[in-house]
């Protein structure tokens, strides 16, 4: 190889030949050497191309990119949520995905120059499929004319389902969609007597599938009408071991419910009687126990509740009604008679001394167990017991009883007081249901008008009411079910 200085002017004949092909030759150009070559130029890492946002169900994968320029070579940190994850690549990939791999991607680019982040890319996992299922199914309601109705269901799956009320006016045979009835509820219009039996249901219906719900009737009562009763419930008397009946009958909208009720303390209280809600009530072979409690109904509908009036059931002791009794002033004795059951004929069957002169009217407890006679002109009560076979009377222990005034006896229907007529008013007395003796009740005589004549009790034994001839009237009085 020949090199020339082509600055210099060479003679001819003046060469310089490289015999082993390579010479160097200095000091051309003058005589100076050449300069170094410029450093390379390092450009800092941009993104072109950010990672993108991305919703996937369980399990499926997930994978994120970046495209990035800039010198050579680049670094790639990915993380998730702030911390570090994945390797050093333009792609980050989750084969399968949990719930917990959802959050906020990002990616640092960097080489020698610096370094660049990249915008944030979310992850949204949604849990994996599955068909809709209900929770709550809709239920039947029931309303008033022209009151609305709302049927509720919930449904779960995944995606959550979308829902589609749907209704049937054939009994079920077809359903329709209802226009814009797509949340967890219905509700009607206001409801008609001809929408009764109108059914209705629900489809949820997701990516895996579509359910539907039970369906739910409406029932359309016409306005309601409170109960009242067309048949009030009858007082009753028969012989102890006998059937007893009682019966009501009412009206209301909707049909009322009924329930019979027992009260043994005259009224004051009253309790339920398992079972007994038909029109009718029976009570079977009826015990004396039974004798004086009373017995009522009550009518319920959603329009309101009412009871019926009380019926007293009267239990008379075996042979009760057998026997009759005849007060005689003249000597101051009872006779007594049997009674025949078939002609009512009396028949003699002796007498007893009642006591004192001015004896008045026999009165007989219901159960037939004891009979009171008034001793007028000594203001007393004298008391027997009475034989079940023959009707004879025995003088009750500490016979006879001072009352503070002679008049007539009256024996209340539950047995359990006896109320004598007396100058001012009415004198009370509790009797002994074991013996028939007499107490009297505190604050007794209770007054009344001018000259009473007579003493009355209603049959339910909660009234008491006195005849006042000078003063022409009637005093009235209320009875306490516990003292008289």
Known sequence: MFLFCPAQVLHRSAFLVALMGLALLEGCAGGGS???????????PAISTQPSSLTVTVPQPAS???????????????QKNGANVGTNATIYSLTTTAASDGGSYTVTVSNAAGSVTSQAALLTVDPALAAPTFTTHPVSVAVVAPDTATFTAVATGSPSPSLQWQLSINAGISFADIAGATGGSYTTGPAATGDSGRQYRVIATNGSGATTSTVATLTVNTAGVAPVFTTQPANVTITEGQNAQFLVAGSGTPTPTLQWQLSTDNGTTWSNLT????????????A???????????????????????????????GVGRFAYVANSNDNTVSIY??????GQLRHNGYVAAGFNGVGPVAVDPLGKFAYVPNATVDSVSAFTIHPATGALTAVAGSPFATGAGGPVTVD??????????????????????????????????????TPVSVSLDPTGKFVYVANANSSNVSAFSINATSG
Do not use: M
């Not at 079972?275 to 009826?286: D, R, W």
């Not at 359990?416 to 009797?431: D, E, P, Q, R």
């Open 34 to 44: 050449n300069p170094p070559p410029a450093p390379p130029v390092v450009v800092a």
């Open 64 to 78: 994120f990119s970046v495209t990035a320029s800039g010198t050579a070579p680049l670094q790639y940190q990915w």
């Open 275 to 286: 079972g007994a809600t038909s029109a009718v009530l029976n009570v079977v072979n009826a």
């Open 288 to 318: 004396l126990f039974n004798h004086g409690r009373q017995f009522r109904a009550v009518a319920t509908n959603g329009s309101g509740s009412v009871h019926s009036q009380a019926a007293v059931l009267t239990v008379l002791a075996a």
């Open 338 to 343: 049997t009674v025949d059951a078939v002609t």
């Open 413 to 450: 229907p539950s047995g359990k007081f006896a109320y004598v007529l007396s100058t001012g008013g009415v004198s009370v007395f509790t009797i002994n249901a074991i013996s028939g003796a007499l107490t009297a009740v505190a604050g007794s005589p209770f007054a009344a008008g001018a």
